[in-house]
């Protein structure tokens, strides 16, 4: 399957066009604020490369009224581009390019900090590596304040759970942050896989040995290949 986002318009409403009639009844000014699709706002289907050697599954992004500042950004807007349409780029997880000083980054450092200090990754090359070696799949790529729209999809899902399935055959690890039922539903081999492990706190997926326990231990000794 090819990558849908390479047709992804470059000016709003960005919305692929074979979501745009799902997604309509949430881009009414009538629906509920907290769950409005935000088409002014590049979607995230995912940050990094999307067949990673470790792989982070979160729900959607959010909404906050700084991300109307913030993705006005040249920098985020190249990086988050050049990642959803799979060109080569030092910083795949974009948000841990050191010069990416928006607030998605702080929302990212504090989950992954716990990993980056474990790895001695939190500068430097490493960093830089650690960049290269994880990425996260949304479930849903578009910004919403709040998530409920489990009815709907996005054509992007199939093209995404291809890429998961395809790193999960290569020997990739995959950490669930969120919405494990959703996944499941999604890729039902993700329930009994050995190279999947889910936080136990989904309200606060800090990847950290608190959230993963043993395998925690099991994610290092994956990614010490790629970083150290």
């Not at 399957?1 to 009844?25: F, H, V």
């Not at 409920?148 to 290569?170: F, R």
């Not at 309200?203 to 608190?210: A, D, E």
Request: charged share 20%; proline share 9%.
């Amino acid at each position: 399957m090819d990558n849908p986002w390479i047709s992804l318009p470059l000016q709003p409403p960005y919305l692929l066009s074979a979501d745009r009639a799902g997604c309509e009844p949430f881009l009414s000014d009538q629906c509920n604020a907290d769950h409005r699709i935000r088409p002014d706002l590049l979607p995230e289907p995912f940050i990094g490369n999307p067949r990673s050697r470790v792989l982070l599954l979160n729900l959607n992004p959010g909404f906050a009224e700084t991300d109307l500042e913030d993705f006005s950004d040249p920098l985020l807007r190249e990086l988050l581009l050049r990642c959803i349409q799979e060109k080569d780029s030092e910083y795949p997880f974009y948000y841990l390019h050191p010069a990416c000083n928006v607030g998605g980054a702080t929302w990212w450092l504090k989950r992954l900090r716990p990993l980056m200090e474990a790895l001695d990754a939190t500068t430097g090359d490493r960093r830089k590596r650690l960049a290269n070696c994880i990425a996260v799949h949304e479930y849903f790529p578009y910004h919403t304040k709040s998530y409920n729209h489990s009815q709907l999809t996005s054509v992007s899902l199939s093209y995404q759970v291809e890429c998961i399935k395809t790193a999960l055959a290569s020997g990739s690890m995959v950490i669930g942050m969120r919405s494990k039922a959703l996944w499941i539903k999604a890729i039902p081999e993700l329930e009994s896989s050995p190279q999947v492990a889910w936080c136990s706190n989904p309200q606060q997926p800090y990847i950290s040995q608190g959230n993963l326990g043993e395998r925690f231990e099991q994610l290092l000794e994956v990614l010490k290949p790629c970083v150290l």
